[in-house]
């Protein structure tokens, strides 16, 4: 199981910080996804820290001990959404965090 | 372009059934993993199960809470995926997700199709 704060509230330019938290997140990979309304999600961070191409420099992810922190510094209005973190259960079975609603 | 699409949706009654459709188009399908996420209006997203490549045997892993009621399925040669339901609930309203896993993460993804179940 993980665990995400609801929301976070950020002013434009500021840095957006959103964590993850989850006893397996010391032993796998945590994955996050932007998800905007009508639209299909977007991975944001692969393993922990890797950004795909095509994904703005702001974002940046950490993880240590059982908590995975996605970062987004210099916020923009676009960046608001909700944002997933994802990792593998060790059964072979994968879960999602409850999700967090960024407001910008 | 790398995407896949999602079909079928609608509504159908308690204890009925609905089949799914995700096609996929721009990338090598026949080696990616297949994955079904739901979400229920106003919640997060849920994994539902998972269907591995031909290499991994096509092997299926499900959510506990639709196992013995889902079943997913692919044809390579036709670049697509399904998602079988059955003893369909109230609570298995959602939109449904298809993802394509061709690295390690859930990589391409459609905006999704509607189920409701409803009397």
């Known amino acids: 199981e993980l665990t995400q704060p609801p929301s976070v509230s950020v002013s434009p330019g500021q840095t957006a910080r959103i964590t993850c938290s989850g006893d397996e997140l010391p032993k796998k990979y945590a994955y996050w996804y932007q998800h905007k309304p009508g639209q299909a999600p977007v991975a944001v961070m692969l393993?922990?820290?890797e950004r795909p191409s095509g994904i703005p420099e702001r974002f940046s992810g950490s993880s240590s001990g059982t908590t995975a922190t996605l970062t987004i510094s210099g916020v923009q209005a676009e960046d608001e959404a909700d944002y997933y973190c994802?990792?593998?259960?060790?059964?072979?079975?994968?879960?999602f965090g409850p999700g967090t609603k960024v407001t910008v | 372009e790398v995407q896949v699409e999602e079909s079928g949706g609608g509504v159908v009654q308690p204890g009925g059934s609905l089949k799914l459709s995700c096609a996929a188009s721009g990338f090598t399908f026949s080696d990616s993993a297949l994955h079904w996420v739901r979400q229920a209006s106003g919640k997060g997203l849920e994994w539902v199960g998972r269907i591995r490549s031909k290499t991994y045997n096509s092997a299926t892993e499900y959510a506990e809470s639709v196992k013995g009621r889902f079943t997913i399925s692919r044809d390579d040669s036709m670049r697509m995926a399904y998602l079988h339901m059955s003893g369909l609930k109230t609570e298995d309203t959602a939109v449904y997700f298809c993802?394509?896993?061709?690295?390690?993460?859930?990589?391409?993804w459609g905006r999704g199709t509607r189920v409701t179940v409803s009397s």
């Open positions: 994802q990792t593998a259960d060790v059964s072979g079975t994968y879960v």
């Open positions: 993802s394509g896993m061709i690295g390690d993460a859930f990589d391409v």
């Open positions: 393993k922990d820290s």
